[in-house]
């Protein structure tokens, strides 16, 4: 950013190609306020006449005012006007006001109101400006009618020649084309419509994010809800966006103005220490002790200026200064809403307001535009975080973002890939793990789906989670993972931290993630995928969890595969739209022999599924597919895919094949030879896979019946698991069987009372 200092506290600071106008308001006591007071719109349109090249204003007082771009080109529009009508002086001679024989009075007369309309009005109240001026074609028109004399008609002629052209030229103005429909009846100084066209973004001297604070004139509520005590979000459809609006609104935009002055001195303060690079190895710990010195600081501040401040506003003063500090803004508090799925920065920066997908809303625009100011902050603490490198030879990154309340996965591109300078995108984590119950209560995977893969992952087979990019098949292979009994131990490779490996080691799981060199990364220090992977097969017997195969990783995966079936769960998450897609990637595109190939045991495929209106999505596991070992060249062609379950449109249901049904399937088969009951007995198979299902069924029940989905997340789903499999053995050993019946009626038993003693 370039900045140029001009006279009467104004500067013009460049961004790209955008020369931003920025008016120092600190010494001003009204509010800058374009449409709420003439005197700003007065000076607004001053200043622009002198600088017609602006694109954006920017009113800077214990908060900065930001008017976007189109509404700094309405006021550019009435400035140019002036420019051409009275500096050039086209307005102003007297004999453009009638014939050089009138009297000097005459023409006085006629230049007076004029005057007032240009000189005054343009610049405080443009709408009333075009009305006055109508009012004075009329008047005039009216006169020219009612004169006889010919030399006085002609007089009067170019008067109204002169006052038709200023008129044609306003009525041509954007503003004047949004205001037609408010103005009958319309008085001077009316302020009121001018708040219908002029919004400006506000942002405490503390931050570069730009928010629009007031709702959309046309927009319709839809829902309205709190991310936390002192966060509120609403949601609105819009009359002419498909997109809906999702309008936050955060504390920071919403403190007093002796309480901005307290964060902008501890600011300040907090900004002398910045944080070495080895506190980035420990963001959490970073955070906690630039928390304690901020909540101090705040503290004594307040305290020197006589301020008394609850507890509970020491916190929230302490959370915004530490996010606008170390953390990274109000992007944070998107993120911390659990309603919303993925975060999108568009360049060019500073522009575009951020994009979000929601839970409930589908696709929407936020109320929010980064700067790049914003960008260049974020970026530092991200190669510090990440250790990898941003910039022209470097232009993509992927990381994570682990924030007290949220965490999430984060890819950016720059130059030279983007042209337009840096974009960004944010996959939010749920902050606790996903469930199986979860996923079924949300129609993600039916009962019987969710009993298989469970049934399946205690077998401990080999599992390709695929599906396209938000297809959600690492949330989806995150709540498998769950369904691996704690006494194992789990190692996770990934480039990425997307899977809850650190919510599975607080559940008490043995879980040990390994970080490896994204495929996307030149060089570096970190350790490829692939070397990552075989790396883990000397440390010792444990289940092995790829985040995503991508590249030459596959290799090492297949080698996993091959090794570790018979014994551990190995499983992935790959990109591709069904199992063929999936086998000529990893055969055709990774070099994995076709023989390797068929370690894989079971793909699940999750799709994003689209209404007929094409207005919503919903996510599903739309088939589970067994690869058979007995095909030589093309699984396809030779029958070595088996659906085990297929999705059902009509029904919106995960259903069982006639194979699954009738017992075709060699994997199923496999896993029950390992088992003394199960040996040869495909309806004790069929049994076991049923109770799993119905036992995950009823959780989900239960939580509906009570209204709580406490029930269905990882800490319970973990205990009703380990009470199953401990049921299972007690009922074995008191009636010598595996009695599915009486397991369900004991496990339900159990389930009441844990539930009765929560």
């Not at 024989?101 to 709408?127: A, E, H, M, N, W």
């Not at 070495?276 to 200026?305: C, S, V």
């Not at 839970?359 to 700067?371: A, F, L, V």
């Not at 085990?644 to 699954?660: C, F, G, H, I, S």
């Amino acid at each position: 950013m370039v900045y140029t200092q001009t006279p009467n506290n104004t500067e013009i600071l460049k961004e790209g190609e955008d020369e931003i106008l920025k008016i120092n308001y600190e010494s001003i006591s009204h509010i800058p306020s374009i449409e709420d007071n003439h005197l700003v719109m007065l000076d607004a349109i001053e200043k622009l006449i002198e600088n017609p090249s602006i694109s954006r204003l920017i009113f800077s007082q214990r908060r900065n005012y930001n008017y976007s771009y189109d509404q700094t080109q309405l006021l550019i529009e009435i400035a140019n006007i002036y420019n051409y009508f009275v500096k050039s002086k086209k307005a102003t001679r007297l004999e453009n006001f009638g014939l050089a024989s009138d009297p000097p009075q005459v023409l006085g007369q006629r230049f007076d109101p004029l005057r007032f309309i240009l000189f005054t009005l343009l610049k405080t109240d443009p709408l009333g400006a075009y009305v006055e001026l109508k009012r004075l074609l009329r008047q005039n028109n009216i006169i020219l009618k009612s004169t006889t004399d010919i030399t006085q008609k002609q007089s009067l002629q170019i008067y109204l020649d002169m006052l038709n052209q200023i008129f044609i030229q306003l009525d041509k103005t954007k503003l004047i084309d949004l205001a037609r429909e408010y103005l009958p009846g319309y008085t001077l100084n009316n302020r009121e419509i001018y708040k219908l066209f002029f919004k400006p973004s506000i942002t405490p001297d503390f931050m570069y994010t730009k928010l629009v604070t007031s709702p959309p004139l046309d927009g319709k509520q839809l829902a309205i809800y709190k991310i936390n005590p002192t966060t509120d979000v609403t949601v609105y459809e819009l009359k002419d966006d498909i997109k809906k609006l999702y309008q936050i609104n955060p504390p920071e935009f919403n403190l007093t103005e002796d309480q901005y002055e307290l964060i902008e001195l501890a600011r300040k303060v907090l900004s002398e220490h910045q944080p070495r690079n080895e506190e980035f190895l420990d963001p959490h710990k970073m955070r906690r002790t630039f928390t304690n010195i901020g909540k101090g600081m705040i503290q004594e501040l307040a305290e020197q200026k006589g301020m008394f401040l609850s507890p509970e506003e020491i916190e929230n003063l302490t959370e915004i200064l530490v996010r606008h500090t170390i953390g990274f803004g109000v992007i944070e508090l998107l993120l911390e809403d659990p309603n919303v799925q993925d975060l999108t920065i568009n360049s060019p920066m500073g522009q575009v307001p951020i994009f979000l997908l929601h839970n409930d809303h589908n696709e929407c625009t936020t109320n929010i535009t980064p700067t790049v100011n914003d960008f260049e902050s974020w970026a530092t603490k991200l190669r510090l975080l990440s250790g990898r490198p941003l910039d022209e030879a470097n232009p993509i990154l992927d990381t994570e973002v682990i924030l007290p309340k949220a965490r999430s996965r984060l890819s950016i591109i720059g130059k030279p890939l983007n042209p337009y300078g840096y974009g960004m995108s944010f996959r939010r984590h749920r902050d606790k793990p996903w469930t199986l119950p979860l996923f079924i209560e949300n129609k993600m995977i039916s009962p019987l789906g969710a009993g298989l893969l469970s049934f399946t992952i205690h077998g401990a087979r080999t599992h390709l989670v695929a599906g396209t990019r938000s297809s959600g098949k690492s949330s989806f292979l995150g709540s498998m993972l769950l369904e691996i009994m704690r006494k194992y131990r789990v190692l996770t490779v990934e480039d990425t931290l997307e899977l809850p490996s650190e919510a599975m080691r607080k559940l008490g799981y043995n879980i040990q993630p390994l970080k490896v060199r994204s495929a996307l990364v030149k060089g570096g220090a970190e350790v490829p995928a692939d070397e990552g992977i075989r790396t883990s097969l000397r440390l010792g017997d444990s289940a092995l969890i790829v985040g995503e195969v991508r590249s030459t990783e596959a290799l090492a995966l297949y080698e996993a595969m091959r090794i570790g079936a018979s014994a551990n769960v190995v499983a992935g998450t790959i990109h591709g739209d069904s199992p063929y897609g999936i086998f000529d990637r990893v055969v055709n595109d990774l070099g994995v022999p076709k023989t390797s190939f068929k370690a894989t045991d079971i793909i699940v495929m999750c799709s994003p599924i689209q209404s007929a209106s094409g207005m919503s999505k919903m996510r599903r596991v739309t088939s589970i597919t067994e690869v058979r070992k007995t095909w030589e060249d093309d699984p396809l062609q030779e029958n070595g895919f088996v659906d085990l379950m297929k999705y059902n449109a009509k029904t919106d249901m995960l259903e069982p094949t006639p194979d699954l049904i009738n017992g075709d399937s060699e994997v199923l088969k496999a896993i029950g030879g390992g088992v003394k009951e199960w040996v040869g007995n495909w309806d004790a198979i069929w049994d076991n896979i049923k109770l799993r299902a119905e036992i995950k069924s009823l959780l989900v029940d239960y939580s509906k019946k009570i209204n709580d989905k406490n029930i269905l997340e990882a800490e319970f789903s973990l205990k009703s698991n380990e009470k199953f499999y401990r049921i299972s053995e007690e009922v074995k050993n008191d009636v010598g069987s595996q009695d599915t019946k009486l397991i369900k009626e004991r496990w339900e038993e159990w389930l009441k009372e844990e539930l009765k003693n929560q």
